[in-house]
């Protein structure tokens, strides 16, 4: 496996489930991002990960929950979703570095019902 | 207030037909301009980063280039597989720490 992968692609769940996203680099990056991407809206920054430390928090509603246990992983636990939490939620990773590019995973889309 | 905006919303080309997508931002303490293609159904893809007014990076049919406040990605004689959404991302200085902050994308669709 190269790159950034997210499992899994797709994900349905009700409001009162508990679900987990989870994201894997092997690009030995040592930053991990969640993003939020919507119809019509630019991609929504949600949680950063530099050295397995969370060093950015967006105003992100309590029902997520990151995880980043190492630096070759983060996992985002959804539990309480609305409605409109539905989207395609993208992972990156990047050097910890202010030139370095984000690398994306190819998201997962969720939908909330 | 949006400080990245891409525009056109969308554009619809003849293949062949070259043309250029805009990126203007307005922040300052630019740190690095980026360039992302995302096709249906996949992260978005890095293409080019430019850090200062006057740089150029090209890459088979694309030609990224940076001013002071905007930057261009030109296409030339694109083809139907050019068809994806372009991001433009912008990282710019907040004190202390930088932001990288998205556009809304560019929908291109190449008709052959």
């Not at chain 1, 019509?40 to 949680?47: A, G, N």
């Not at chain 2, 280039?65 to 994806?84: G, N, V, W, Y």
Request: hydrophobic share 30%; proline share 6%; with cysteine.
């Amino acid at each position: 496996e190269t790159g950034v992968t997210q499992t899994p692609r797709h994900l349905v769940m009700g409001m009162t489930n508990k679900k987990s996203l989870k994201c894997e680099q092997h690009l030995g990056h040592n930053a991990m991002y969640w993003y939020k991407q919507s119809a019509k809206k630019p991609l929504e920054l949600m949680f950063v990960y530099s050295l397995e430390e969370r060093v950015e928090n967006n105003s992100v509603p309590s029902r997520f929950s990151p995880e980043c246990p190492n630096s070759s992983h983060l996992f985002l636990h959804l539990h309480t979703l609305q409605p409109e939490d539905s989207a395609l939620y993208l992972c990156a990773s990047s050097q910890e570095h202010f030139s370095s590019p984000l690398h994306f995973g190819n998201g997962t889309r969720l939908t909330v019902t | 207030e949006d400080q990245v905006t891409q525009s056109p919303e969308a554009l619809r080309l003849q293949e062949g037909e070259s043309s250029s997508l805009n990126c203007s931002y307005t922040v300052s303490g630019l740190r690095g301009l980026f360039w992302y293609r995302q096709d249906p159904g996949k992260g978005p893809e890095f293409l080019f980063t430019l850090y200062s007014a006057g740089e150029e990076k090209e890459k088979e049919r694309l030609k990224a280039t940076l001013t002071k406040k905007e930057s261009f990605l030109h296409i030339t004689a694109p083809k139907p597989e050019d068809s994806a959404t372009y991001l433009c991302a912008v990282r710019f200085y907040t004190g202390a720490n930088s932001k990288l902050t998205f556009g809304k994308g560019i929908t291109l669709s190449v008709r052959p």
